[in-house]
């Protein structure tokens, strides 16, 4: 009997290991077709653009390819109700639309995740900080690399089984339920996730919105209402499925936002294809050789945007630290990449998951030092040294860019350059002004969606980074609704008994049917608010996203961490850190964001300086993980002190 029931379980895995394996097998099919299919449309654009299509239908062609992404692929995988066959069976089109558990491999569900790490915020965020003198991008992506690693380490391996769709029970879980707060605790966390995930959102919605303005004048609102409706359309036919898919596919068109002018200014500038290995010869040494020129020179002071070839001089040490310790926190925490490693079905699987993601992100990454450097060659040999008066027939791309958004992207001479009288007025009414470096500034998104232009590229290519940044914004914000909802339904909204199952982590006590009907009524509610504070909220995008990082690390990492390596960590201590941390989180981040101007012009401003450096507002979580580990430990000891000394006295007694 025992060999027959080891041949039977063999039988099964092995059943189960080749329905796997076919599956992957398909998705490796499908990305193939999306490519060849992609490549064709794309070479038809441009044979179109060649012969007199113009440049902006040609924009509106390519930026269709993501929107048909997400609207096939949302038919494609429909989740009808809780009898779809394709969902697991125990949960039925619920478990398809939540997390799609076992329906992916590692490498696929890495592209997914890769294609929702590469934020337009977090793109244009780096660009401006590696254009800058300090090294904020260096801190930003090692901090997230380390994050990734830390996770793959530390905390997945942690976890066993099939993971929980929302991170609030899986943190829920690993501590102990059976003392009071447990389930204020989990209600708790799931309120943090939900804010951090609503400022991600609302920053991707913010971006997304202000790039389809760039190149199609709609008001701000209806080019919100464009940007999420095929991600919407696509959560709300085959959730987290539909939206994994979509985004694995789109993986290509956002590597190549960062990749495709990489290369082209490598060759152009070097004749070498790998901008990674060339641009130090190619870009940094010139560059570095006319600054020392005009910096000898009478009229030679240069501009601290462009100043030591990016990466020479450290600018805030302390402030590079703290980035790079919160960006790590924040990445373990952030509860975007937990669901997306939620996707896969076992442990190893899952850790081989966010390794794949580190490496698809690292490929593209690795080249937006060289992206940057080249770009800023490109600006000196085409301006620095050229008299105002010769713009307008010399620089065309300076003039195209000079009318979008009223000159706010490119500053020459201190003033929006809107066009060319107004540079001239601004460099001092004299026509034959000669530009210098410290004349001119261009903003971090005229430097990723102009340098088609600028470095001569087809329009073709020029309208596929378009389209990649546009993605980038689509994917993030699509994973962010779906941490939002399943946190929403499966914490807040629904009432769970403590026992254990395989899919959810909690034994859901709501119709399968109700629960799908409510995540997706719940989701056009959150888009709804996510466009409206796109809409309505006075922070820069980049410094609002940072806040759902500052959030994770100084909030929710804490609790993580102890809950997983810390056995005596009581409900109510996890309570009381993850207050601590967020409490201090919000009130930092809201004043160092606005000044801590309460009474307006009275001198009230508040000002954080930690080792000589003014605390930017990610680094305020610094200080609430510090209090927050803290406090949990201090209130989880003292707890456990009373609990033993109560239960002896009742022994004794």
């Not at 899919?503 to 049917?513: N, S, W």
């Not at 967020?582 to 001198?603: C, K, P, Y």
Request: charged share 10%.
């Amino acid at each position: 009997m025992m060999g027959i029931h080891s041949r039977l379980t063999s039988f099964k895995g092995e059943n189960a290991r080749q329905g796997s394996l076919k599956q992957n097998h398909g998705t490796s099919i499908l990305l193939g077709v999306f490519v060849v299919i992609s490549a064709v449309y794309l070479l038809l654009v441009n044979v179109l653009g060649k012969i007199g299509l113009s440049e902006s239908s040609v924009y509106g062609m390519v930026v269709g390819i993501p929107i048909a992404v997400f609207f096939v692929t949302g038919f494609a995988t429909r989740t009808l109700g809780p009898g779809n066959s394709t969902a697991p069976k125990n949960l039925g089109g619920l478990g398809h639309f939540q997390n799609a558990s076992g329906s992916f491999g590692a490498v696929h569900n890495a592209m997914a995740g890769a294609a929702e790490w590469f934020s337009v915020f977090f793109v244009i965020g780096i660009i401006a900080a590696f254009t800058a003198t300090n090294h904020d991008g260096l801190a930003l992506t090692i901090g997230a690399f380390l994050g990734f690693a830390f996770v793959s380490i530390a905390i997945l391996p942690k976890f066993s089984g099939q993971l929980p769709t929302s991170f609030a029970s899986a943190i829920y879980l690993k501590v102990s339920d059976t003392r009071p707060g447990g389930n204020v605790l989990r209600l708790a966390i799931a309120f943090v996730i939900i804010l951090s995930a609503i400022a991600f959102l609302t920053a991707q919605i913010e971006a997304g919105s202000r790039i389809i303005n760039l190149y199609f004048p709609l008001p701000p609102t209806w080019a919100a209402i464009l940007l999420v409706l095929p991600v919407l359309v696509t959560i709300l036919a085959g959730g987290m499925r539909g939206l994994t898919i979509a985004n694995m596919m789109l993986y290509f068109i956002i590597g190549a936002t960062i990749l495709l002018p990489a290369i082209w200014l490598s060759m152009r500038i070097t004749g070498n294809p790998v901008p990674q290995f060339s641009f130090g010869g190619g870009a940094l040494q010139p560059i570095q050789q006319l600054e020392q020129q005009l910096a000898q020179s009478a009229d030679g002071t240069i501009n601290t945007v462009f100043e030591h070839g990016n990466f020479v001089a450290i600018s805030g040490t302390v402030n590079f630290i703290t980035t790079l310790l919160v960006m790590l926190a924040g990445t373990a925490a952030l509860p975007l990449l937990y669901s997306r490693v939620s996707c896969v079905a076992n442990a190893a699987t899952r850790i081989r998951s966010v390794g794949w993601i580190f490496i698809l992100v690292a490929v593209v990454l690795s080249a937006m030092p060289a992206f940057v450097s080249f770009m800023k060659f490109e600006y000196y040999r085409s301006l620095v040294g050229l008299p105002v008066n010769q713009l307008g027939e010399n620089v065309g791309w300076l003039m195209k860019w000079a009318v979008i958004d009223g000159g706010r992207h490119a500053l020459v001479c201190g003033s929006p350059a809107v066009d060319l009288p107004s540079i001239i007025a601004a460099c001092g009414n004299n026509p034959d002004y000669v530009l210098m470096p410290n004349d001119l500034q261009f903003s971090a998104v005229m430097t990723l969606l102009g340098a088609g232009e600028v470095a001569g590229m087809p329009v073709i290519f020029s309208a596929l980074i378009y389209a990649g940044a546009l993605s980038a914004s689509a994917t993030t914000a699509g994973i962010a609704m779906m941490v939002i909802i399943n946190t929403a339904t499966s914490d807040l909204i629904f009432k769970r008994s403590n026992q254990p199952v395989n899919d959810t982590g909690l034994t859901a006590q709501a119709p399968i049917a109700r629960r799908l009907f409510i995540s997706r009524l719940l989701l056009i509610g959150i888009v709804v608010i996510g466009i409206w504070l796109s809409q309505t909220l006075p922070v820069p995008t980049t410094d609002f996203s940072l806040w759902a990082f500052a959030i994770a690390a100084g909030a929710i990492f804490p609790v993580l961490l102890l809950a997983i390596w810390w056995k005596s960590l009581t409900p109510i201590g996890g309570l009381s850190g993850l207050l601590v941390g967020f409490v201090i989180t919000s009130f930092l981040l809201i004043t160092i964001e606005f000044g801590g101007d309460w009474v307006a012009q009275n001198g009230d401003e508040l000002v954080f300086v930690i080792g000589g450096d003014v605390l930017k507002p990610i680094n305020s979580a610094i200080f609430a993980m510090a209090a927050a580990f803290g406090t949990a430990i201090i209130v989880s000891v003292i707890e456990r002190y009373i609990v033993n000394r109560h239960t002896k006295s009742n022994i004794t007694g």
